[in-house]
């Protein structure tokens, strides 16, 4: 792309040296700087891309943004000194990709639990009725049908995410359905993104140990509504919770029209007669258009929430009829990790969930105490350097169990016995171990099982590895759950 065109919205407040003619790619990561790129200096928590200049220009990168004057040859790279490099790195990436979310219609669906299922669902009833969509979000980058990356985060970086949104416009994509963190939010890896509907799913106890309070929280969460009326090209709408108590705060910030969903509230969308069964759901969906009868795969009231806020989301915007959409709902499949229950040799009844926050791991419990015929063994645990308050919570919630195992999702650099005893700060009863070893953990729950038990591993979903230190080391629940099963009932 020509310098000067990329450039030409960027706040300058020095150039030092002669910039390139054209440049060729963008990156803040020095290591992948290739030829002609522009190299930009973030300062992030740990690392300040601003020591990484020399190793960016021996890649090949012939212009370098920063936020202060380094000393660089400017023979081989120029220098453009600009306020701040977040937001520059925002107006660079939407130039670059040549601003894709102006030509597509995007879902950003935001909240503490419920985001993957709820964009599973609303791209599942996208392309379900004849629409060309895909899925940016904690299980990676989907197109129609086709599964292209995964993902470290669940908002990514705002490079990734333009990219990702410029590659579903060149393939053919209309409609795009996206996961909103509010990490995501807070770093501005969403700025310059034009979003045509923003669903509010729950807000819970989460992420304290980054935002301070759940008013900072909330705060966070709604700039997604609060900005949809700063670039008014197109019609915009805001789908809530009208359940939630946060359901007043985002209303009052929200300056489109809102469409309400829920089950105990009067709401636009709402769900009565919900009946649980072994194999799903079934409800009364009562719509401003009329009443339809509703049949799902997926199970708990939580799921009932998703399913009405994926609705809400597509009928509002598209205007499909709602009896194809709920036709639609009843072949929806469950995300991968999210209450994905395991055939096995066992006779156990056993469920991945990725539910890390006590209100996710309440609500997944209470998904399964209706079909309880024996015990409810349930394997809980929770990440290194992370938030610390939520450590009790969980292990409260998880104490409706016969048997809890508390373990670790991802220890990171933290001491594992030091989470333990955090977690077992909360536990109710004694019937319960400490196994840092999740894969022992698991183990032991499996081992622990007769037949018609249930057995609930929650905390890292479809997640392929674990965090140790520095390191990811190749783990998933279910591959685990799987060979301890075949290991300990081989004849079963």
């Not at 056993?350 to 609500?363: E, G, S, V």
Request: glycine fraction near 6%; aromatic fraction near 8%; hydrophobic fraction near 35%.
């Amino acid at each position: 792309m020509n310098t000067y065109d990329l450039i030409s919205a960027l706040k300058i407040k020095q150039q030092i040296g002669q910039l390139p003619n054209v440049i060729s790619s963008i990156s803040h990561n020095s290591r992948q700087v290739t030829d002609n790129s522009l190299f930009i200096c973030i300062s992030g928590f740990t690392v300040d891309g601003h020591k990484f200049v020399t190793e960016a220009i021996e890649n090949g990168a012939t212009c370098i943004v920063a936020e202060r004057e380094i000393d660089i040859d400017t023979n081989k790279a120029a220098l453009i000194i600009v306020p701040d490099t977040n937001k520059a790195i925002a107006t660079l990436a939407a130039t670059f990709y040549n601003h894709p979310s102006h030509a597509l219609t995007l879902y950003g669906v935001t909240g503490t639990n419920g985001k993957t299922t709820v964009t599973t669902i609303i791209k599942h009833l996208l392309t379900q009725n004849g629409l060309s969509a895909a899925l940016i979000g904690t299980n990676g980058f989907q197109i129609n049908e086709d599964i292209y990356s995964s993902s470290n985060n669940t908002t990514s970086d705002i490079l990734t995410n333009q990219h990702l949104l410029s590659e579903s416009k060149n393939q053919g994509v209309t409609h795009v359905a996206m996961e909103v963190s509010s990490h995501g939010l807070e770093q501005g890896r969403l700025w310059g993104i034009d979003f045509s509907v923003a669903t509010f799913t729950n807000l819970s106890h989460e992420h304290l140990d980054y935002h301070g309070s759940m008013e900072e929280y909330a705060a966070t969460k709604v700039q997604l509504f609060s900005s949809l009326s700063i670039q008014p090209n197109k019609q915009k709408f805001a789908i809530l919770n009208r359940d939630d108590s946060w359901y007043d705060f985002f209303q009052k910030r929200t300056p489109v029209q809102i469409v309400s969903y829920g089950i105990h509230e009067e709401a636009d969308f709402r769900a009565t007669g919900i009946k649980y069964h072994k194999d799903g759901t079934t409800f009364e969906l009562l719509t401003p258009e009329g009443n339809y009868r509703v049949q799902t795969k997926l199970m708990g009231e939580f799921n009932v929430y998703n399913i009405l806020a994926a609705i809400a989301t597509v009928y509002t915007k598209e205007s499909i009829p709602l009896k194809k959409l709920v036709k639609s709902i009843e072949f929806t499949p469950s995300p991968p990790g999210r209450m994905e229950k395991l055939e096995n040799d066992g006779g156990r009844h056993i469920y991945i969930d990725y539910a890390h926050t006590p209100d996710a791991l309440t609500k997944a419990i209470n998904s399964l105490l209706p079909f309880k015929q024996n015990k409810l063994i349930v394997v809980v645990g929770t990440g290194g350097d992370r938030d610390k308050s939520i450590r009790p919570l969980l292990a409260i919630a998880a104490s409706v169990a016969d048997y809890v195992i508390l373990t670790i999702n991802d220890p990171r650099h933290e001491d594992p016995n030091k989470i333990l005893q955090d977690l077992e700060k909360g536990m109710l009863h004694h019937q319960y171990a400490c196994i840092a070893d999740r894969k022992l953990a698991i183990r032991e729950a499996i081992n622990r099982s007769s037949p018609d038990d249930i057995i609930l591993i929650a905390g890292k979903g479809k997640e392929p590895y674990q965090i140790i230190k520095n390191k990811k080391v190749a783990h998933n629940d279910a591959t685990i759950a799987l060979e301890c099963s075949k290991e300990l009932f081989p004849n079963i």
